[in-house]
Nanobody, 124 residues
């Protein structure tokens, strides 16, 4: 059974950093592109980053480009999202999602399986 579990969220001050993890189980991670999405209260889900199956290709939304870095370790079945220079507007629930065999996308409709999310709050 395919499962994705996010961790690493929490409360951080503006300008701080967090690293989110997306642990995969029940499937071969290298067969899937992985995306990170976020949803703030009252807003639509936003695709913020994705990484191809091999990690060669990455993509970022303009809102996080230059501040967030996505990476993966297929041997550990984990994808990471390093978030630096966090802003209050980064406050949201963060989700990872898996897309079988296809490449990177920031569209939520392209993804097959989703984790339950982890909450990130950026506040002083």
């Amino acid at each position: 059974q395919l499962q994705l579990v996010e961790s690493g969220g929490g409360l951080v001050q503006p300008g701080g950093s967090l690293r989110l993890s997306c642990a995969a189980s029940g499937f071969t991670l290298s067969d899937y592109a992985i995306g990170w999405f976020r949803q703030a209260p009252g807003k639509e889900r936003e695709g913020i980053s994705c990484i191809s199956r091999t990690g060669v290709t990455t993509n970022y939304a303009d809102s996080v480009k230059g501040r967030f870095t996505i990476s993966r370790d297929n041997a550990k079945s984990t994808v990471y999202l390093q978030m630096n220079s966090l802003k209050p507007e980064d406050t949201a629930d963060y989700f990872c999602a898996a897309r079988w065999l296809w490449g990177c996308s920031l569209s939520s409709s392209a993804f097959d399986s989703w984790g339950q999310g982890t909450q990130v709050t950026v506040s002083s």
